[in-house]
């Protein structure tokens, strides 16, 4: 029988090679819509953006480090996380549909890589296993996508429809963080298996969703209007 350890190291190659390539599509299709917008001055207020959401999403997580389990830490994870990701929606409300779309991937882009930044500098220090590197790398892509599947399905759907992409990140960043978390509670091998399985589906689940987003997405790209300039009738070259 497998114990929770090496379900667990299974886990993380999963991450890696399965989370990986999912992630590399779905950044394909990232780039593909930001390609169609116009450029902006987006880095600076998105790096802003993403350090004030982590420090923000801290907070709001820290008491839940002090429950006897850790499972609903990885809930209040991912429903802190991906909500705050949203911040730039209401700061920048005067800026333009295609352009808070820029502000809040670029936003998930910089807390992704922030927080993998500190993860791993502990990782070397600690002596962890090398390969946890790989995993944080991954969840850079993660959370970059998973806020291109919210926020294109919020900008473009109307009703309750709007909140499928940020319940899909929600489930999808939650189930992510359960199985390293759940085996510090105490559950079983095959617990851990089934855990990591329906975390695996939704990393794959996830390409299929940004391609949907980022569909919708389209239509915000501005419409360039072409002024034709016609010759006024009767216009000659002789004087």
Known sequence: MLTPERVLEYYFAIVIVVGGLSTLLGIKYTLQMWRSFPESKWIGRSFGMGLFVLVLASFIEAPFLFLP???PLAVAAGVSEETLKLL???IFRWAEKWEKWKLVVGTAFFLGLIEAMGYIAGIILLGQPL???GVRIVLVGMHTVWAVVTVGFLLTEKGLS???GLAFSIIAHTLYD????A????VSGDAMLALSALSATFMLLTPIMAKRSTERTAELIPVKEEMEEESPEGFTSSP
């Open 69 to 71: 389990f850790r499972v």
């Open 88 to 90: 730039p929606l209401k």
């Open 131 to 133: 390969y946890l590197v």
């Open 162 to 164: 709007r909140f499928k």
């Open 178 to 181: 359960i199985p390293p978390l």
């Open 183 to 186: 085996i510090a509670d105490g």
